[in-house]
């Protein structure tokens, strides 16, 4: 009799040895299988921060407005800056306030959205490609010419949205 319970446990033991290793980093190991689809609004994160909760944000001085995802729930998600999501976040004059459709992976954790892809209603991906790059050409000139302790300053104060 104690042989077949010391068996059972270690066969216990054994079967959350494998489940833990399967299970391990959820998202990371099997990304792939948690793919989803979501439609959402592009925002300023900053900006949406300020004006809902009074968030001292001054994306219009470091950032030039990084962009980020309003779900439908009202909850707002940064985009992970990667090589598929940098363009997005960058490109705030061509569409914040545009809806998108967004296929790839959400870090509830963190917030985050990792795009696969993205669909962004009447903005072509070479439009998204030129605004980013644009943007990324005034954030370097600004933070470039920044001195130490100082906040950095930019030649045009429109920034292509309302606060």
């Not at 079967?15 to 792939?32: H, R, T």
């Not at 940098?86 to 990792?114: Q, S």
Request: hydrophobic share 40%; aromatic share 6%; charged share 20%.
């Amino acid at each position: 009799m104690k042989i077949k319970h010391l068996l059972g446990i270690f066969i216990s033991v054994v079967l959350m040895q494998f489940s833990a290793i399967s299970f391990a980093g959820g998202w990371d190991n099997k990304k792939g299988l948690d793919q989803i689809t979501v439609e959402a609004e592009l925002v300023c994160l900053g900006c949406s921060l300020k004006k809902m909760s009074g968030a001292n944000a001054q994306c219009g001085l470091y950032t030039l407005h990084d962009v980020g995802v309003k779900l439908g729930d009202g909850s707002l998600w940064s985009i992970v800056n990667n090589a598929t999501g940098h363009d997005t976040i960058r490109a705030h004059k061509l569409v914040i306030g545009k809806k998108a459709k967004i296929t790839g992976w959400l870090y509830p954790n963190a917030n985050h959205v990792e795009i696969d892809t993205i669909e962004i209603d009447g903005v072509s991906k070479q439009q998204l490609a030129t605004a980013a790059w644009e943007e990324d050409q005034k954030v370097a000139k600004a933070l470039l010419a920044r001195k130490p302790g100082e906040a950095p300053t930019h030649s045009d104060d429109d920034h292509g949205h309302e606060h």
